[in-house]
């Protein structure tokens, strides 16, 4: 895919399509690690938080809770 450069006010930046944001799996607002590589070469790779084993469990536990008569059922 080729994109341009394009003046934003005062600034130049990349216009990047809902096609494009929706393949990334990116939204208005997520934040975005940009590094520039030897040769020019630009990556960006998105910032995505990692939640906490213990937070993870205790949702874990929580839903199973919650649905304990469904996952009996459905064992």
Same mark, same amino acid.
């Given at each position: 895919?080729?994109?341009? @450069? ?7 930046? /990349?216009? $990047?399509?809902? !096609? /494009? $944001?929706?393949?990334?799996? $990116?939204?208005?607002?997520?934040? /975005?690690? @940009? ?6 070469? @630009?990556? $960006?790779?998105? @910032? ?19 649905? !304990? ?5 459905l !064992?």
């Amino acid at each position: 895919m080729i994109k341009s @450069i394009t003046k934003i006010g005062n600034s130049q930046g /990349l216009i $990047l399509d809902a !096609a /494009l $944001l929706e393949m990334a799996h $990116l939204k208005t607002g997520d934040e /975005l690690n @940009i590094k520039v590589h030897e040769g020019g070469t @630009i990556t $960006l790779t998105p @910032i995505r938080p990692r939640h906490a084993p213990e937070k993870v469990s205790a949702e874990i536990v929580s839903v199973m809770k919650d649905y !304990a008569r469904t996952m009996r059922r459905l !064992a």
